[in-house]
């Protein structure tokens, strides 16, 4: 199985986090979202032990909230003492609503508004990353406006293509985030930054990309702003306390993908890290990287009713399930892998090839092509769609009128738990007049 928290029981039951997924689906619905929350901090404590090993005390993960963001996550990353990167009012105000204290905060973004940025220092946010000169602007004007100085970091493009779906590269020099070395912006945005009485610069930030397996990416980023925190040193007697690298390592969505180790790639970028200080004879800064993927997505899986089941002789198989697009739309965007089972009949042989489509008006809502299952799949079969943990709930939509499902939590012992209920008919109208 892709994850150690996928099994089959005796008679042929899939099971996550070794709870029986057919009864799960039975007694709360579908289409259903499942976190395994034991997963969740697992991997938050893979990440802290891995950065606490290789950099030591000051340096330190923080959750990419975006990747799955509703109340019990925030509360689950403050027991498991996760700093978080957060981008909109809304992931802040839920946050607060879990008790998060948000002076480990870091608001990141390519458009803060004026708003967000009132909301957030309001509300004591640690750090913005800041993505341009206007920000810089508008986050000195609050600060003075309140008469305390505000820590920022400076979100900078090191011009790197790291190899994944376009559409979710973000170190290109070519990028809507950011100000790029290359072109002399980062170092504008850096003298620009030093000037300002309110606003002090704690460091540097950049992210290459996500669902990143290419070899050293990381490295190759850290040592092009290890290079760019040295030139600043040296030209304007600046020296960075923090770096961050941006989000964390790609997860396994089908077998082909590789199973990364963090404790060895962190070891790596650290090694990269050091070898590049020593060289340019700077300090090593605080080092922080915002995985988001890494820590929810293999936690997570979607449990759907199969319908209609269509063959079409000469041309292809489609399975229908009673969600879609809405709560999943990743295939759809990106043209993105999962790994789909039939949770009710494991011990039959999967030879029917198929597209598992959703029950939008709309042709591109598919989940997966090519996916093998059992060749008796019906209407009433439990179809698990693997590995949707990371942007998936957090990306979900109502097209279609469609409700959002529940996120129910599995923990050891067999416990689960609604941490999200499901959307009503009623509350698709709440805000209609
Ligand atoms: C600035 C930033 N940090 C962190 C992340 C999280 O990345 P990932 O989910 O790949 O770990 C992203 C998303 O790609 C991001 O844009
Ligand atoms: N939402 C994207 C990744 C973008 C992450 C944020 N920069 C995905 O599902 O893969």
Known sequence: MICDNITVSENGRLLFAGQDTVELARQYGTPLYLMDEDKIRENCRVYAAAFQKHFGDRARPLYASKANSFKRIYEIMKEEQMGIDVVSSGEIYTALQAGYDLSRAYFHS???????????????????????VEEIRAIEAEAARRGVRQKVLLRLTPGIDPHTYEAIATGKVDSKFGSAIETGQAEEITAFTLQQPHVELVGFHCHVGSQVFAEDVFERAAVIMLEFVAAMKNKYGYMAQQLDLGGGYGVRYVESDPD????????????AIRQACARLEIDLPEIHMEPGRSIVGAAGMTLYTAGTVKKIPGYK???SVDG????????ALYGASYT????????EPAGF????????????DIIQEHVMLPAS????DIVAVCTTGAYNYSMASNYNRLPRPPIVMLRGGGEHYVAVRRESLEDLCRNDR
């Open 377 to 380: 799949v019906g209407r009433g």
């Open 340 to 347: 789909c089972l039939l949770a009710n009949k494991m011990n």
């Open 324 to 331: 879609g697009m809405p709560d999943n739309p990743r295939f």
């Open 260 to 271: 990364l180790d963090v404790d060895t790639k962190v070891g790596e970028v650290a090694a």
């Open 317 to 319: 198989n489609y399975v």
């Open 110 to 132: 390519n458009n803060k508004t004026d708003e967000d940025i009132r909301y957030s220092m309001e509300n004591g946010i640690g750090y913005f990353v800041a993505d341009n």
């Open 353 to 364: 090839e198929c597209s598992v489509v959703g029950r939008c008006c709309e042709s591109g």
